[in-house]
């Protein structure tokens, strides 16, 4: 059966090639979408590939299992609205992190059964694996016992996958508005690090081949309540940088876990994934200016006993009429969505009103923040689907010297990425957090629906500005109103 082996690891090495030619491609909005199929592709291939292994069984089981999350997968997938797109990534995130973890509980109380039958004692005890007891099990076991390196990266992806599993579970339920945006009590950091450290020298027990039923549940056990409580204190606009680092963890995982099963498109697939999510959570925590540690260990957007500076003036409000008009006749205009254009699926209509100012000649752009909506590219998708061009999509660092010679800023749905306090107030969460500078325009129009705080709980000094004017309303509302005005001043 030499030949299948060989089809085999060919099958694996060409998955791994789609796989890393699909993350490719999925750097470009213009051809990310043909990357997502060419990485399906190659996931199909590696499933095809692992159910032809000789050693392979319950391989019914395996194939309904696959059926059924394809089923869940492709339903959901139809369904879920563009404003819940955050929770889904988050949930199937989880569910990769939760996979791996599996595995390395599956390999863990495999062996302790192995250690049973080895002992010849009917219930498990703990067993240390000594050097002489390696070869003695493998005689003894049908099954090739975990070698101590093996044993260790199945515990670190274990460990790793779980808090992935648990932190994205707490991640979906915040972003589906199930639990408040942020829970903190005195001492949490102190807590948070011993629960880790608890579950560290507990993997640390198990990895120098001490194994018992009840040490794996508590390592289990800690491993997940780190991952809630890591999660529990986010608040502000942090979303977008625990999503990607939960990206990356779930990546590493399943690398771990590949090496334990012997498969190397796991292993591939891991580590591409965990290396792009890596990258990612740091270009995420430096648009955030936060550091790593930081975002393992700090409380999100939270700063204790913090006085914040008091916001001078009045909000302004505008009409509809009169904003259109104020853009109309304006040579620049720069659209910053947020995530309230998400919640109100007002993009379509904004592309709407952007194309009849293009029409009179205005010249357009949008501008985005690195960690505006909910999630790394939350508003590159949206306008994706809008069909906005993507030569017309700008991102912070370009648009930022810009804004000086913008005649009229529209902001819709965006708020502390947009708020200057995060430059002039060292007490506010969001101080040091790059933001757009769109107080810098000539004029600023923010579409709000109230006089309400963003996600990150505080007041925006930018619609108190003099250059700023409120647009009150649901966004698509709004947005419907200003192509209504635009429409009757060109009639």
């Known amino acids: 059966m030499a030949w299948l082996q060989t089809v085999i690891d060919a ?23 043909g990357g997502i199929v060419w990485a399906g592709f190659g996931m199909l291939l590696a499933v095809v590939a692992t159910l032809l292994l000789p050693e392979m069984e319950n391989r019914g089981l395996i194939i309904a299992a696959v059926l059924i999350g394809v089923a869940a997968a492709w339903w959901s997938g139809r369904r879920v609205a563009m404003t819940a797109m955050p ?16 595995i390395g509980a599956s390999e863990l109380i495999g062996h302790v ?32 016992p975990l070698s101590p390196v093996a044993l260790t990266l199945g515990v670190l992806g274990a460990l790793i996958g779980s808090v992935s599993f648990s932190g994205s579970l707490i991640a979906f339920a915040k972003l589906q508005g199930w ?67 939960y990206n990356a963890f779930t990546g590493l995982a399943v690398a771990f876990e590949g090496y334990v099963l012997h498969n190397e498109a796991m292993i591939i697939a891991g580590m591409v994934v965990g290396s792009a999510g890596t990258l990612l959570t740091q270009l995420m925590a430096k648009a955030m200016n936060r550091s790593l540690g930081n975002v393992l260990f700090g409380n999100f957007g939270a700063v204790a006993g913090a006085t914040a500076q008091a916001i001078d003036g009045s909000q302004k409000p505008i009409e509809a009429a009169d904003a259109a008009v104020m853009m109309a006749y304006a040579e620049r205009v720069v659209i910053v969505p947020g995530y309230g254009m998400a919640v109100a699926q007002a993009q379509h209509k904004v592309w709407e009103f952007a194309q009849l100012l293009i029409a009179r000649g205005v010249k357009v752009k949008f501008a985005i923040h690195p960690v505006a909506g909910r999630m790394p590219g939350h508003m590159n998708v949206l306008l994706a689907e809008a069909g906005v061009p993507y030569d017309l999509i700008v991102d912070m660092e370009d648009i930022n010297p810009e ?25 506010s969460p969001i ?7 769109v107080a810098d325009a000539r004029q600023v129009i923010v579409v709000k629906r109230g006089k309400g705080t963003g996600f990150a709980g505080i007041e925006n000094a930018l619609f108190y500005a003099d250059n700023a004017r409120m647009l009150y309303g649901d966004g698509q509302a709004a947005a419907g109103q200003l192509v209504s005005a635009l429409k009757t001043l060109d009639a």
């Open 11 to 33: 099958c694996y090495f060409l998955a791994a090639l789609l796989f890393i030619l699909g993350l490719k491609r999925m750097s470009s909005p213009r051809t990310a979408r």
């Open 87 to 102: 929770q889904m990534v988050a949930l199937y995130n989880g569910m990769g992190g939760g996979a791996a973890a599996a």
């Open 113 to 144: 059964g192995d250690l049973v039958a080895l002992n010849g004692v009917s219930a498990p005890n703990t067993y240390p694996l000594l050097p002489e007891s390696w070869s003695a099990l493998h005689a003894a076991t049908v099954v090739a």
């Open 179 to 245: 639990l408040d945006r942020r829970f903190v009590f005195p001492g949490q950091r102190v807590v948070n690090l011993l629960a880790l450290a608890a579950a560290v020298a507990i993997g640390a027990v198990l990895v120098s081949g001490h194994l018992s039923l009840g040490l794996i549940g508590a390592f289990f056990g800690l491993a997940l309540l780190f991952g809630v409580l890591m999660t529990l204190p986010i608040g502000g606009a942090d979303m977008p940088v625990v999503i990607s680092l």
């Open 403 to 427: 804004f000086p010679a913008t005649d009229v800023a529209l902001v819709i749905g965006a708020n502390d990425v947009v708020n200057p306090m995060a430059k002039t107030d060292p007490a």
């Open 431 to 437: 101080y040091g957090m790059p933001i757009l500078d």
